[in-house]
């Protein structure tokens, strides 16, 4: 699996702050990923691509962009790249593509702005951004954001001001793992990271993961895909990114994992999955930051399970790259699954998958992905009307799916 998306754009990020060198094995190197890269140079750091996966960042103060920041598809990018600005007192625009230009900001720029940052524009991109932050903060991260959390420790590294995140429900944590691997004093406490006096970076040697959320397409096929089985290692098992894994097996999936052992902080191994029955099975909104970007291919893996699934809590999914909750609901019924939306919650009815339908993505690397793995259970094959955008996040996508028996062709 190419790496985890989460950790690549944190290592450089980090990386970037940290005095002196950081070098990264593993990095994924994908669309978001890489307009992260882009954008760290515009900032000044030193950051250079040395053989397939492998980076090195030179860290250090960061300066205004001459240009606006371009992050295309990625909120981790822009959001994560707000609050590392404000925190270096620099000011920069940022700008993406429209799915992004869409999604809400006002979840980050609320506190940065509490915490000093000067910010011209709405609650969507196009916005400026003006660092320094001078006050500290006590955030509640509420809905369950990591790229919030991430947003608001990062600005506090520019400050001295106590800053800390309460968290209702714990949302994904490798920023926090991060920055105490860059040597930064961050302490936790239940469900609040606090930072330290020491807020100082110092670059190291980062080896990224396995993206679990790339992994789950593989091994969901694995488990609705009779006769098959499928392994992959060195996958991220950072208990705040296993839900999907804990879903397959809740629903009865064959599953093994193996080899589990410590990476820069963070917990990896290997995960094994063979084709099985697969039980329906009902999900709950504490359950979702575990797995919040699985759950379009949960939702494929439940029409591949015997009775219904339901998940809830599921409003969050209505503003990621595209409105998932609405499109899974629709990609699935138009190729025959019993699927329906019903307030936050959606409802799978598994059974025979037709097919035989073009699904429509909204330019959605997750949905698209989704239903294409969809179509390796279904009685006829399923287009997706745009696939493009899965090289944001998975650019070996089809070459991966290939080297494990899937037909994936180009349609005129
Ligand atoms: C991410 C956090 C999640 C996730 C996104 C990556 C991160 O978003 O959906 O793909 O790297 O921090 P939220 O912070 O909006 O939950």
Redesign the pocket.
């Known amino acids: 699996m190419p790496g985890d ?2 950790l690549s ?2 290592a450089l990020i980090v990386g970037a702050l940290a005095a002196g060198e950081t070098v990264i094995a593993g990095l994924l190197e994908s669309a978001d990923v890489l307009a992260t890269a882009t954008a760290l140079r515009a900032f000044g750091a030193r950051v250079e691509h040395f053989g397939p996966g492998r980076w090195r960042v030179i860290g250090g103060a960061w300066q205004s962009p001459a240009v606006p920041i371009d992050c295309g598809n990625s ?2 990018s822009v ?2 790249l707000m609050g590392a600005a404000a925190g270096q007192g620099v000011t920069a625009t940022f700008i993406g593509d429209a799915s992004l230009s869409k999604r809400p900001m006002r979840r980050v720029k609320a506190p940065l702005e509490a915490m000093g940052a000067v910010f011209e524009g709405g609650d969507t991109l196009p916005l400026t951004v003006s660092g320094p932050v001078c006050q500290g903060i006590a955030h509640v991260n509420v809905p ?5 959390k ?1 947003a608001v420790l990062l600005a506090g590294l520019g400050t001295e001001q106590p800053v800390e995140v309460a968290e209702p429900v714990p ?2 944590d ?1 920023s926090e793992i991060m920055l105490a691997e860059f040597g930064a004093e961050v302490i936790r406490e239940g469900n609040v990271v606090r930072l330290g006096a020491n807020r100082r970076l110092s670059g190291r040697l980062v080896t990224i993961a396995g993206d679990p ?1 790339s992994a789950a397409f593989a091994l969901g096929a694995a488990a609705i895909v009779p006769g098959s089985e499928v392994t992959v290692e060195n996958v991220l098992l950072n208990p705040h990114r296993s839900g999907f894994v804990m879903a397959l097996q809740r629903m009865g999936a064959d599953l093994a994992m193996s080899n589990i052992r410590g990476q820069n902080g963070e917990t990896i191994g290997d995960v094994r999955v063979r084709f099985g029955p697969l039980f329906g099975a009902e999900f709950t909104a504490e359950e979702i ?1 575990s797995m ?2 699985e759950i379009p291919i949960l939702a494929v893996v439940a029409a591949g399970a015997r009775g219904e699934t339901r998940i809830e809590g599921l409003d ?1 999914l209505r ?2 790259e595209s409105d998932r909750l609405a499109l899974m609901a629709e990609g699935l019924a138009a190729c025959g699954v019993e699927a329906f939306a019903e307030g936050d919650a959606l409802v799978v009815r598994g059974g025979p998958i037709r097919g035989e339908a073009e699904v429509r993505t909204e330019g959605d690397h997750r949905i698209a992905m989704s239903h294409l793995v969809l179509g390796l259970a279904a009685e006829q094959p399923v287009t997706v009307d745009e696939a493009e955008m899965i090289a944001t996040s998975f650019p070996t996508f089809r070459e991966a799916m290939r080297g494990i028996g899937a037909k994936i062709e180009e349609v005129a």
Request: hydrophobic letters at 20%.
């Open positions: 998306k989460s754009h944190r909120g981790t959001r994560l369950a954001s990591a790229q919030v991430s949302s994904r490798h959320s930051p919040v970007d969050e503003h990621k």
